[in-house]
C-alpha cells in the first residue's frame, strides 16, 4: 500500500440522484489524518448524504462511479468489512436513535463494539477517559433517556471517542471522525467545547474530521479547511480565511455579509450577518 495514502479519507467524483434529481454531482473531497474539516451549505445541499457515503451508508450506482470512488487509507471502502471500518471511523450521526434505558456509562461503551477482544478494564478506562473528554463524567451513573436532548448528545460524542481511541497506540493508519451536526442541541459553552475537543484530538491522536455545522463562526474557528457545498457540488474548499468570502456565502446562502478579522482569534475571519 502506497504510505502517501495511509492518511486520508477520500471521495472522488460522487454522484447521488434522488427520483432523478441530483443530490450530489461529481463531489470530491479528501480528509487528512490530523485535520479538522468543515462541510457547510444550506439546507439540501446534500451534507448529509456526502457523509453517508463516506460513512459506507450509502450504496453508490454503480453505472455512475469508477473504481475506488471512496478510500480509507488507501483501500477501496466497499472491500472493507463494516468491522474493518468501524475501527478506522466513527460516525456521529444527525439524530442518533436510542431507545433503550441504558445508563450513560453503558452508552458510551458501545463505542468499543468493534474491538470485541479489548479487555473490560481497558473499555472501562476508555469510557472514563471519553467521558472527560466530553466534559460529562458526572453523568457516567446516570440514566441515558432521562437526560436532556443536549446531553444525550454528548454522550453521543463520548461514544464516538470510545470508539476511535480504542486500541489507538497500536494503529499506525489514520482514523477519522464523521460528525453530522454535533453541536445543534449543545449551547454556545459546550459547541466550543465540543469542537475544541475534536481539533485536540486530531492534533494528537492523527485523527481526521469531517464535521457538519450550520453555525459559519464555529466553523471559521476551529476548522484547518472548509468545504463549501452548493447544490450537490463543492464551491470551494481551503483555509477559512479563502473559503469565507461574500461571494461565495452570497452564493450559497443567498445573503449578504460582511467579514472581518476576528478581535479573538487572530487569522481567523469573524461572518457578520444582516
Request: with cysteine; charged share 20%; hydrophobic share 40%.
Given at each position: 500500500m502506497d504510505s502517501a495514502l495511509n492518511g486520508f479519507l477520500e471521495a472522488s467524483d460522487i454522484s447521488v440522484y434522488r427520483r432523478q434529481r441530483p443530490v450530489l454531482r461529481r463531489t470530491s473531497l479528501h480528509?487528512?489524518?490530523?485535520?479538522?474539516?468543515?462541510l457547510l451549505g444550506a439546507n439540501g445541499a446534500g451534507k448529509s448524504t456526502f457523509l453517508s457515503v463516506l460513512a459506507a451508508e450509502l450504496k453508490l450506482d454503480p453505472a455512475l462511479h469508477g473504481?475506488?470512488?471512496?478510500?480509507?487509507?488507501?483501500?477501496?471502502?466497499?472491500?472493507?468489512?463494516p468491522a474493518q471500518q468501524a475501527r478506522s471511523r466513527a460516525v456521529l450521526p444527525q439524530k442518533p436513535g436510542l431507545a433503550f434505558d441504558l445508563q450513560v456509562s453503558e452508552v458510551a461503551a458501545m463505542g468499543a463494539y468493534p474491538f470485541a477482544a479489548l479487555p473490560a478494564s481497558e473499555v472501562d478506562g476508555l469510557?472514563?477517559?471519553?467521558?472527560?473528554?466530553?466534559?460529562?463524567p458526572h453523568l457516567g451513573q446516570r440514566r441515558y433517556l432521562e437526560l436532556s436532548g443536549g446531553e444525550q448528545q454528548r454522550v453521543q460524542f463520548a461514544r464516538v471517542l470510545v470508539?476511535?481511541?480504542?486500541?489507538?497506540q497500536s494503529d499506525p493508519l489514520g482514523r477519522y471522525m464523521l460528525l453530522d451536526e454535533p453541536t445543534a442541541s449543545l449551547d454556545p459553552l459546550h459547541?466550543?467545547?465540543l469542537l475544541q475537543t475534536a481539533r485536540s484530538l486530531a492534533r494528537a491522536?492523527?485523527?481526521?474530521?469531517?464535521?457538519?455545522?450550520?453555525?459559519?463562526?464555529?466553523?471559521?474557528c476551529w476548522s484547518d479547511r472548509i468545504a463549501l457545498?452548493?447544490?450537490?457540488?463543492?464551491?470551494?474548499?481551503?483555509?477559512?480565511s479563502r473559503v469565507l468570502t461574500q461571494e461565495n456565502l452570497k452564493q450559497v446562502y443567498g445573503v449578504?455579509?460582511?467579514?472581518?478579522?476576528?478581535?479573538r482569534r487572530a487569522g481567523r475571519p469573524l461572518v457578520v450577518f444582516g
Open positions: 480528509i487528512r489524518a490530523g485535520e479538522v474539516v468543515s473504481e475506488d470512488p471512496v478510500l480509507l487509507n488507501g483501500q477501496n471502502l466497499s472491500g472493507l468489512s469510557v472514563e477517559q471519553s467521558l472527560e473528554k466530553a466534559g460529562i470508539q476511535i481511541l480504542a486500541q489507538r459547541q466550543q467545547g491522536e492523527r485523527i481526521g474530521v469531517l464535521v457538519i455545522l450550520h453555525d459559519i463562526n464555529l466553523a471559521a457545498l452548493s447544490q450537490g457540488e463543492i464551491l470551494a474548499c481551503d483555509t477559512p449578504e455579509v460582511d467579514i472581518m478579522p476576528h478581535p
